[in-house]
């Protein structure tokens, strides 16, 4: 974890943080600070964790020392159980909704074993929780059918998705996830409502065998707003928020990592009717992007660079 300044120095590590699984994909995966940042200093973020059984996506927070060089009082408030044998699939974005409490993604963990787990209300594996800055439940949760239901759970049936953004017109909330062989999805996110997976998709396994029934539709059962096949393994997400460019106002913009290129989408009417593909020269993996406060848009790398992008 580091500070990189608008004008591009990089600090040094920031410490104070728990140990880290970065075995396979894991990682620290997602971050956020709090809205009233400028009075309490908080900052939100999800790793990969080892616990007795395996690996999990965990929650922290703390508070950035004044220095910056420090996390103070950092604290696990949330585990996405149960523990996989697994270092993949770990989901991990986070962000603040409008209410105050906090979105974040889990993945399915990619074993045959876990993967069904998606479809169980039960466990937190492949679903997007809603909590508190505590860690506990949200207040306005969904409702889900089964009396076992996590109470944390927002919605359900998600493969591996790293990317949550919330429209700044509309205010829902959109999220991507890798998806198998052909079936990398773009999803609006509905409190409630099932995404489906591994029970249908437009994807195969990598290794070419249909996925259970093979089926891409079912009652019940949300469709993607658009998906990708080829596959882009879509990754970070943000909405380009004001018009200081003015034909990508409430655009979105997506990090594809095995597409490397930056996609940007046109949205009217909640449907999609236009993609671009930006930087495709720069031969980069994107990881994330984000909008600053200075209205750029900042993307970062798996080869560990940060791109600035805007007017001039
Ligand atoms: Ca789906």
Excluded at 4 to 31: A, D, F, H, K, R
Aim: proline share 5%.
């Amino acid at each position: 974890m580091r500070i990189v300044s608008q004008t591009g120095e990089t600090g040094s590590p920031i410490t104070g943080i728990p140990v880290v699984n970065s075995g396979g994909q894991g990682g620290l995966l997602g971050l956020c600070i709090d809205p009233e940042f400028s009075a309490n200093r908080m900052v939100y973020w999800v790793f990969s964790e080892n616990i007795s059984g395996g690996t999990v996506t965990t929650v922290a927070k703390g508070r950035l020392s004044s220095e910056e060089t420090t996390i103070e009082n950092s604290e696990v408030i949330y585990r996405a159980n149960p523990a996989a044998n697994s270092t993949a699939h770990y989901g991990g974005r986070i962000l603040f909704d409008q209410t105050g409490n906090l979105l974040v993604s889990t993945g399915e963990r990619s074993g045959i074993a876990t993967r069904p787990l998606s479809q169980d209300v039960d466990a937190a594996l492949g679903k997007i929780i809603r909590i508190t800055t505590e860690g506990q439940p949200a207040p306005g949760n969904p409702q889900f059918s089964d009396a076992d239901a996590l109470p944390e759970l927002y919605s359900i049936g998600h493969r591996n998705p790293q990317g949550l953004a919330i429209h700044p017109v509309t205010e829902e909330l959109w999220q991507t996830e890798h998806g198998p062989r052909g079936g990398d999805e773009l999803n609006l996110v509905k409190p409630g409502a099932n995404y489906g997976w591994p029970t249908i998709t437009y994807g195969i396994e990598y290794g070419g065998q249909t996925i259970g029934a093979g089926i891409q539709q079912q009652d019940g059962m949300e469709q993607p707003v658009y998906y990708w096949d080829p596959v882009v393994s879509p990754s970070g997400i943000t909405f380009y928020k004001g018009n200081r460019i003015a034909e990508w106002e409430n655009n979105l913009f997506i990090g594809s990592l095995s597409g490397q290129h930056i996609i940007r989408l046109i949205i009217v009417n909640d449907r999609i009717i236009g993609e671009e593909r930006l930087l495709s020269g720069e031969n980069q993996r994107f990881r994330d992007i984000t909008q600053g406060t200075d209205a750029a848009l900042y993307a970062i790398t798996d080869q560990g660079r940060l791109y600035k992008i805007d007017i001039d």
